[in-house]
C-alpha cells in the first residue's frame, strides 16, 4: 500500500536477503501471444487485429506489483475479510470480534486463485511472469512506498524472471514507485543493493535510455535545507520573500515548499542572488500554476560555487506564499522579507553536487510521482499511479503526452481520500459517478472500463494501470480524520478492491482478460498467422512428414504446472506436481477428408494411460455460447489403445463419444487424425476455421481454472490458437 496512505505497516522492519544469480538468456521462443483468441466467463471476446490494428511499440504498459505478501504476516493470517463477513456480516461494527486479526494486522480481502501465498513462491512467479507477458504487460512496478525495499522478495522474483528468460519466455521488465515525500533512502538502497552491481539488467525497465524510477529527483541529492514549519507566510503583491544560506560545495539547485491554500492559477517568481538581497542574481525563473505545496527548484547547470547565497519569491499573482518558521532551526541562513532580515527560516531545500547522489541522479530516467488521486500534474516530467476518474493527462518536459494511470478501483470518497470500507468508496462496480447496483456488476470490471476508456481517447506513451497482487490491507479504527469500529484502508472486499490477478471464486479470471483486451486495443496486435498448403498426412508414416507444416503454434517451454512451497504465514503447504508433458510445438493439417492434429513436447510424450492424457479441444464454429467453454469437440479425453482414441462431442452438459480415431505416438511427438465430415467440415469447399487448444493432466472435469493451475496448457489460460485458411 503506497505510504500516502500513512499505514502503520511503516513500523515493521525491512526485509534482507541474498543475492540471486543471474541465469543466462536464452533466444526469444515467440509464442505470438496476441495473436490467441480467448472469450471470458462473461462471454466477452477478445478483440483481434481487425478490431486493434497492428502493434505500437510506441505504447507501453506498467502494472502496479506487491513484494510484501508474507514479510509482514508476524506469525499471524491469513484473515480474509470476505470470509469472515459471509460468517458474520455484522462483523464491521464488532473490533473485539475473535474472526478479526489484530489492529493494524494484514488481512485480505479474498483469496488468490493460487491460494494465499507469499511473493517468493517460484510457481506463482512464474505464473505471474507469464500471464502478464501474454497480457502484454512491459514493466511490473513495485510498491516501495512505505520505505521498505523487499530486497529478498524482490530478488526472489528478479531470479525467477530470469530463468524463464533462459529458456527462451518472455517476462515483464521490472520498475520501483519510491516513497512519494522522502524518496532519497529507498532510492540509495535500491541503487546500491540492485543497480550498482548489475544485477539482472536485462530486465531493467528502459525509460528515455536509462533505467526507470518513479522517485522525486530534486529529493536525491546531497544537500542542506530546512522541512519542517509551522507557518505559511503569503506573498503580497509588491512584495518579497526570501531566505539565506551558506553551502560549502557546489550549488546544484536551490529552492523551497510553496503553499496556495489549494487555490488554483497561482504564479510567482523565484531568483537566487550571490552573497545576499543586493548581490548578483545568477538564476531566475517564473513558476505558474503553482501546485499547493509544491516544492521547487531554480537548477544550476554548471553548478554554482560554494559560498553564501540568498533565494528570493517575487512577483505574486493568485495565492501563493513560503512555507516558514517562527523559530530559528537552520544554522547556516536567514530569513528575509523585503529584502530585510526577520525572525526564523522559510523551508529550503539546496542540492549539493558531487558523490553518490550525483552519480545516482545521471544513472536512472527519473519520474515524479504523484501520490494525490485528485491533483493532476504539477510538473513536468510527472507520472500518476492511480487516479479518479477523469484521469490527467501527465506531460514530459518535451511537451509529449507521456503517461496517464488506470485504476481498478480508488480509495476515495467524494472529493478527499479515503478508506475502501468507508460508504461511498469508489469500488470495482462504480462508473459514471455511481455505484452500479446492479447484481453481479463487481464482476463487469466498470470502473477499470471507464479509466481505459478514457486513456484510450488520451493515448499517452505509457498506461500506469493499478494493480496486480496487493491483496492485503491492514486493519484500522481511524483513518484521514474519520473514526469507524474496524477500517480497512486500501483493500477491503471484492468490490472495494483492486487486484486484477484472479481470484477463487468471485470475479474468477474476468479482470485479466479485461486487462487483456484493453491493452490489445491500445498496443496493437499482430494478425493471425495464416494456414499453410494442403497437405496429406500420413497416420502410419514418419513424423518428418510435419516439418514443412505450417504454421507452427507455440507454447512456452518449461511452464508445466511444479509447486513445493509454503503459504502465507505458513498456512499451508503448496504442492502440485500435475507437470508432465511440456508442450513446445502444436500444427494442423488438413486435405479435402481429413484434418491432423500434431503435438511436440519437451520430453519424451508419458504413457497414454496416464490419468487425464493429452487433451485436444476443438471449436469448430469459432462460437463460445456453443460447447463447453466454445469447445464443440474432444480428442483423447478417452483413450482406447496405443493407436486409437475416441472423438467426443459436447451435448448438454457433456461430452458424447462420436466414434474412434487413429492416434500415433513416438518420442517427443503425437498426432491424431480427425475426418472433417466428423467435426462439420464434410463441404470439402468450406475453408477451415477453427480454434484449438492442447492440455495435459487437467484435475478436474470441465473447470477452465484448469488450464492455469495444473500440469501444461497449450496456449496458456484460457487463450486458444487460431487456425484458419
Known sequence: ?????????????????????????????????????????????????????????????????????????????????????????????????????????????????????????????????????????DVVIFDVTNQVTYRRWYMALLQTFSEVRANGA?????????????????VRELYRDLYEPRLYPELWYQWDGKPLILANPDMIADGIGVSSHDRPDRLEPGHTLGQSFTAERPVAAAGGCFPTWTATGSAMTLSLYRDGPDGERVLTKRFENVGDNSWLLLHAEPALAPGAYYLEMSQASGTVGWWSNSQDVFAVGQSFADGTPVAGDRTLRVQLAGGEAATILDFFTFRTPQPSYFEGPTRLDMWSWLEVYPQHVFMNSRGEKEQMSVGVAQNAVGDRLGSMSE???????????????????????????????????????????????????GRFAEFAGVKMPVMFVDQFDQEHSRDIEPMRGGHGDNYYYQLVSYIRRYKGVRPPPAAGASKTIDINGNFDQWVDVTPEFRDDLGDEARRDHPGYNNCARYVNTTGRNDFL????????????????????????????????????????????????????????????????????????????????????????????????????????????????????????????????AAPNGRFCYSYAE
Open 170 to 186: 518472455k517476462t515483464p521488465q521490472v520498475a520501483f514507485l519510491c516513497p512519494f515525500w522522502d524518496p532519497a533512502k529507498v
Open 585 to 712: 510445438a502444436l500444427k494442423v493439417s488438413r486435405d479435402p477428408e481429413t484434418l491432423w492434429f500434431y503435438a511436440r513436447t519437451r520430453e519424451v510424450v508419458t504413457p497414454h494411460t496416464d490419468p487425464h492424457w493429452m487433451v485436444l479441444y476443438l471449436d469448430t464454429d469459432c462460437d463460445a455460447n456453443t460447447g463447453w467453454l466454445g469447445f464443440d469437440y474432444v480428442v483423447n479425453r478417452t483413450v482406447v489403445d496405443a493407436n486409437t482414441t475416441v472423438l467426443a462431442a459436447r451435448e448438454g452438459d457433456r461430452w458424447v463419444a462420436r466414434g474412434q480415431v487413429p492416434l500415433r505416438v513416438r518420442g517427443q511427438e503425437l498426432m491424431v487424425a480427425v475426418p472433417r465430415a466428423a467435426i462439420g467440415f464434410d463441404d470439402p469447399a468450406r475453408p477451415v476455421r477453427l480454434y484449438f487448444k492442447w492440455m495435459d493432466n487437467a484435475q478436474r472435469e470441465d473447470d477452465p481454472d484448469e488450464f492455469t493451475l495444473n500440469g501444461d
Open 423 to 473: 460508504p461511498g468508496a469508489r469500488g470495482r462496480s462504480w462508473h459514471d459517478g455511481a455505484s452500479d447496483p446492479r447484481p453481479g456488476a463487481v464482476n463487469l470490471g466498470l470502473n477499470l472500463a471507464e479509466q481505459w476508456e478514457r486513456a484510450l481517447r488520451e493515448d499517452p506513451r505509457f498506461v500506469f494501470v493499478t494493480g496486480w497482487n496487493e491483496w492485503i490491507a
Open 1 to 137: 500500500m503506497p505510504s500516502a496512505t500513512g499505514l502503520a505497516l511503516l513500523l515493521i522492519a525491512a526485509a534482507v536477503g541474498a543475492c540471486g544469480s543471474v541465469a543466462g538468456a536464452a533466444e526469444l521462443r515467440d509464442t505470438l501471444s496476441d495473436t490467441w483468441g480467448a472469450t471470458d466467463a462473461l462471454g466477452r471476446k477478445l478483440p483481434g487485429y481487425a478490431e486493434c490494428g497492428p502493434p505500437r511499440p510506441d505504447r507501453q504498459v506498467g502494472i502496479f506489483y506487491f513484494l510484501w505478501l508474507g514479510e509482514h504476516a508476524n506469525g499471524a493470517g491469513p484473515f480474509d475479510n470476505s470470509k469472515i463477513l459471509a460468517q458474520d456480516p455484522e462483523a464491521m461494527q464488532k473490533p473485539d470480534s475473535p474472526l478479526w486479526g489484530p489492529l493494524y494486522a494484514p488481512h485480505h480481502w479474498g483469496e488468490s486463485l493460487f491460494g494465499y501465498y507469499q511473493t517468493d513462491d517460484p510457481y506463482v512467479l512464474r505464473k505471474h511472469a507469464q500471464m502478464l507477458s501474454d497480457a502484454g504487460v
